[in-house]
């Protein structure tokens, strides 16, 4: 006779719920340049290795299919990513810029990343398991016509949006950290390191405040990053930094049940901004002061 699980502990009076955050992951299988002597799979069986020391729920990773075209190994790397338990999303075939290739081609271009997805993550769940879509750029639309063409065929296919809520410009460092490794200059790679995980965390402070005043509760959290050299090499630090701030990891499943991803931000013309943002934008919503991402700062790190 199988013995009942034990009930979970109850909550101590007065204390805080814990942030509820899924990790995500964009550009598989290759983001960035990469580090020598790290390959491609490296990175990813890096990634897998943090995610289960951390004992994380699946994390979902956005394909782009295009760089399997280009490179068939590197479809050995979505296979280690589902292999160790994780999940595959959607990113468009190749990363597609709705500005410049315009609505008709983006639309194909999702489509064409179908196949690939569905070969490698099957069917299971009527499709489900891999039919959530982040968009490129966060770029849901140029206009709300644009953006709710673009959703309805989405839904009409069955996708779900991976929506946003913590972005603090991750993919930034990976060029920074290439050029100060290629310099030998090991004080600019800590400098990065620290900066990297201290950025983190003020952008997870604030989207737990934002969130609060734009939807009246402690919403569930979506944070992005990305599948590169450097995010391999500082992940652990990230996760760690991030249960010390009182963050319980959930699945992207349980962060989409939020009733706020239900909201709709009424925002058409969008570049990089989160859902949280659009939260706030298109309600007025108040919220703490915007943080910054340190984009000109890591540009210029060693040049």
Partial sequence: MQTPAAPPPAATPG???????????????????????????????????????????????YVNGHHVEARPDEREVLKAWLAAGNQLGSHTWSHANLREVGLDAYLKDIDRNEPLLAELAGTADNGRAWKTFRYPYLQEG??????????????????????VTIDFG????????????????????????EGFRKTAVNFLRWADA?????TGHRMRHVL???????????????????????????????ALQDP??????????????SFLEQLIEGKKAPHPPFPLQPLDVLDAVCR
């Fill in 15 to 61: 204390a805080r719920p814990p942030i509820e955050v899924a990790v995500t992951f964009d550009d598989l299988p290759a983001h960035g340049p990469a580090l020598p002597g790290m390959s491609r799979m490296a990175i990813i069986e890096s990634l897998n290795a943090t995610l289960r020391k951390h004992q994380m729920p699946p994390a979902v990773g």
């Fill in 142 to 163: 140029m206009d709300l016509p644009s953006r709710d063409a673009i959703r309805q065929h989405l839904f009409a296919r069955g996708y779900r949006v991976a929506q």
């Fill in 170 to 193: 991750d993919w930034a460092w990976n060029d920074a950290y290439a050029r100060c490794v290629a310099a030998g200059n090991t004080k600019a790679q800590e400098s990065l390191r």
């Fill in 210 to 214: 934002a969130g609060q005043q734009a």
């Fill in 224 to 254: 992005l990053l990305h599948a590169g050299a450097f995010q391999a090499q500082t992940l652990d630090a990230l996760l760690t930094a991030y249960e010390k701030a009182g963050v319980r990891f959930i699945s992207m499943d349980e």
């Fill in 260 to 273: 706020a991803y239900a909201v709709d931000p009424g925002v058409g013309d969008t570049w990089g901004s």
